[in-house]
């Protein structure tokens, strides 16, 4: 089973509205971290916000906040005021604390292409 | 440097040829780590070293794949008798924590696009 879905290839969205990108993840560990990167066509992998699997509250990060539902794992991004260069490819990864071996990288899913359109 | 370097940018490399891929990483960097980004898909981890010491390298994809880190700060993966399955993105990261810890930040390269004809 695959540990990160998006079921989102592609987004379509007018500039200025909120975008929700989707993200499942699966794990028996009770102890994870769960990030949203945004590759643009340049390919560099740009952070954009972390959610521990411990934490009370949602992040935010600016324009970017995490929808987390612990019980449905599920972590969406939330953007909010799209801009025109938000365009890119956006992924989620999940770094599972008490895995042993690997414990350290982290598992991306197949992202979600996101244009904004004027 | 401000970023993690990453040459050459792109690479063109016949069946069978070796290739090297350089990744210098943010000065100071303990742990760094190499991933594969085959076209249309999200990264997937290949190997990690903390300083000099590769502690983990269960994602290279066969024993062709090799990387290196000797002093502890730059790195190279190096592909042996390079197949067409091989053509993706490497993407290399570096971050100044250890281990342990499940919020601790990498900063990604741009990548060297590789492509075997």
């Known amino acids: 089973a695959q540990k990160i879905t998006q079921t989102q290839p592609g987004m379509f969205v007018q500039e200025k509205e909120a975008v929700t990108l989707d993200c499942t993840y699966d794990?028996?560990?009770?102890?994870?971290?769960l990030f949203w990167y945004k590759q643009p066509s340049s390919g560099e992998m740009i952070f954009l916000i972390y959610q521990g699997s411990y934490d009370q509250q949602n992040a935010t990060e600016g324009r970017y906040s995490l929808n987390f539902q612990k019980a449905r794992k599920s972590a969406n991004l939330v953007i909010s005021a799209s801009q025109l260069g938000d365009s890119a490819m956006y992924f989620c990864a999940m770094r599972e604390g008490d895995s042993g071996g690997g414990a350290d990288g982290l598992t991306f899913g197949k992202g979600t292409h996101l244009i904004i359109q004027p | 440097g401000a970023g993690v370097s990453q040459s050459p940018r792109y690479k063109v490399a016949k069946r069978g040829q070796d290739v090297a891929l350089r990744c210098d990483p943010i000065s100071g960097h303990v742990s760094l780590f190499w991933y594969q980004q085959a076209l249309g898909q999200g990264p997937e981890f290949l190997t990690y070293f903390q300083n000099e010491a590769q502690l983990d390298k269960s994602g290279l994809p066969s024993d062709r794949f090799f990387a290196e880190r000797p002093e502890g700060s730059v790195s190279t993966l190096k592909i042996q008798r390079t197949q067409q399955e091989d053509s993706a993105v490497y993407l290399c990261?570096?971050?100044?924590?250890?281990?342990?810890?499940?919020?601790?930040?990498?900063?990604f390269g741009s990548g060297t696009r590789l492509t075997v004809v």
């Open positions: 794990t028996s560990d009770p102890s994870y971290g």
């Open positions: 990261a570096s971050s100044l924590a250890r281990t342990g810890g499940l919020n601790y930040g990498y900063t």
